[in-house]
DNA sequence: AAGGTCACTGAAAGCGGTTACTGCAAACGT
DNA sequence: ACGTTTGCAGTAACCGCTTTCAGTGACCTT
């Protein structure tokens, strides 16, 4: 176990060639006669031998690797999110390289770090400071994921306005009051926008908004803790609008727990469309947003702007809103 | 963005020293003047310059660097896992490349591929052909992350006969009889323990077992669709047992979105103790499983075994039973 | 038959660091 | 006063691979 690699000259020496004749039949480049061809793939096969990476980045200037930097990664958004990525990457023939942050303080280090690992940086909205953002996109490329796009960072991102169609539906097609937001609005742009929009459309419908949000994190515990902090209390709301699916079915759990009816006591929205939404009893009304293509596209603006600068700065992608009953509509 | 970084050549001369000099002072070895020490430093920081971490790779012969491959992400499992690995691998200055599979066929191949930029793999159970295994554990230290050990690749995993416990107490403490087990016994060496102790059990309280497992995955939408397919069928089963809390979450949506009341009319039994676990109602009676632990001892084995060979070999973590309500057990 | 083309192969120069070894001057010991 | 130690800094040899450039026959062309 753990026996030190053969290296290309080592092979050479066994086969009787040259390292540049090695290195030219393991990588395919080059021409070489059919004969000292297969002589090498012979012992190459035989000494199980494969070329260090390191070895080749260094040479290539290249590693064949992007990175992408996630606070967390609970619950099926970061899931979907990755392989959106990865399989855009894996076509590009590129590696990735995922690395969590759990928020620690001294993340940005790792992300720095990382910079000299790997050809390009997703980086997801709000995982390092701005400052630190700035040093690595002088390094390598970088592309912003769900956040917006500064100091010349691309980004994308879904459209968080839709949720303010649900509020507007909440507020004007069912006529509830009382709305509560659960979601951190300074946890990640995302929720900061979905908040916005959860206001603004309180707004336009001339209802008063809650003051406050709930400000808790986007899983589904979160979901349960707000049901207890919402149902507890001594005026629950009518509707609860959340930031994600997973709170959404936190509360959804919460209230059936507690023996109260949705969308009868209570009605519950979300955002993401994930599987589960589409499962539960009420189905749950939600956004929808591509999150797959989401990371996919992430991965073309990256591993593309590795060659050419300047395309596009800010892809923000479309979201539509999922009508089912969690909000009081009749099934259709 | 995206400028060449500079090399220690050209600070060197910008310092007007030799590169050996910038290398002491960037990584604080060997003995440098105060004033030359200063004098490197401001240039280093003037410069922003940041030693190529594929230089110093290929010089020092190690990467600083372990991965983890999983088969998925989805689900506070594999989060709190790769928190224990972190935690661990940080403390030991070490940094973590995750891999998920995603069960792509090829993923293989970027096992293999990480062998060479990383110091040791960490695979969990059945994510790659054993063949593959062999092959990787051949080039670099290789810890089996909840599976068994083989051929000298030594193995971390929890106690999973922990589930026999429930079963026994689900069939001889509460008396039930048809119970039923979801999870698929092909999809990892845990849940294939899992389904054992379960039979076992049967057999050791002398009841007939169910013959076949309901083979789904192990996330919450699965455990929704189990419950579609055992409550819907013409003779559901009295209690169920999931190879893990997500699934037991999912059948307890589905049967509380039935109208079904649990544990009245079924029980319901997890594996993990996942924060939901104790946040439902019913309260989810489970196998504690310390995950984070099972992640950093993991580490712990993968990075002191970089060193010394032939340590522990099979580490087995122990598992205890939480009995809460969704079994039938009385609130305490 | 001389010159040119072509297919193949090897020697050597990097890529960006680290470090063993060497050199040099100043301080020290006797 | 002379040899020895000590502190500091530079030269150059790797680490494993890729790739340019040059060299060598064999084969064509006129």
């Not at 053969?6 to 540049?20: C, M, P, Q």
């Not at 459309?201 to 001339?206: F, I, V, Y």
């Not at 349960?224 to 709301?237: F, H, I, Q, S, T």
Request: net charge neutral; proline share 6%; glycine share 10%.
């Amino acid at each position: 176990m753990g026996n030190k690699r053969l290296t290309v000259r080592e092979i050479a020496k066994l086969a009787e060639v040259s390292v540049a004749t090695v290195s030219r039949v393991s990588r395919g480049t080059g021409q070489v006669s059919q004969e000292t061809r297969e002589r090498v793939l012979r012992i190459i096969e035989e000494y199980g031998y494969r070329p260090s990476q390191m070895g080749r980045t260094l040479a290539e200037q290249r590693h064949g690797m992007v990175a992408i930097v996630f606070p967390g990664l609970a619950g099926p958004y970061f899931s979907e999110l990755t392989q959106g990525f990865e399989s855009q990457a894996m076509e590009a023939g590129t590696g990735v390289h995922i690395l969590v942050t759990h928020h620690r303080p001294d993340s940005d280090d790792s992300v720095l770090d990382m910079a000299s690992r790997v050809d390009g940086i997703a980086i997801h909205g709000d995982t390092v400071r701005a400052e630190t953002l700035r040093r690595v996109a002088a390094e390598v490329p970088v592309v912003v994921l769900a956040g917006r796009p500064m100091d010349g960072v691309p980004a994308v991102r879904a459209d968080n306005s839709t949720i303010g169609e649900l509020t507007r539906h909440l507020l004007v097609d069912h006529g509830y009051r009382r709305l509560a937001f659960v979601g951190n609005p300074g946890g990640s742009p995302d929720v900061t926008d979905r908040w916005e929009a959860f206001q603004a459309a309180h707004r336009q419908a001339r209802v008063t908004a809650p003051r406050n949000p709930v400000p808790l994190g986007l899983q589904q515990s979160d979901g349960v803790l707000a049901a207890g902090e919402l149902l507890d209390g001594r005026r629950p709301p009518r509707a609860v609008v959340c930031a994600n699916d997973e709170t959404a079915l936190g509360v959804l759990i919460g209230a059936l727990g507690r023996g109260l009816s949705v969308p009868g006591d209570l009605a519950i929205t979300g955002f993401d469309d994930v599987p589960m939404a589409s499962l539960v009893q009420p189905r749950l009304t939600t956004v929808r947003q591509p999150i797959r293509e989401l990371g996919a596209t992430t991965a073309r603006l990256l591993i593309s702007g590795l060659g050419n600068r300047g395309a596009v700065m800010d892809a923000v992608l479309a979201t539509e809103p999922v009508f089912r009953e969690s909000c009081g509509c009749p099934r259709t």
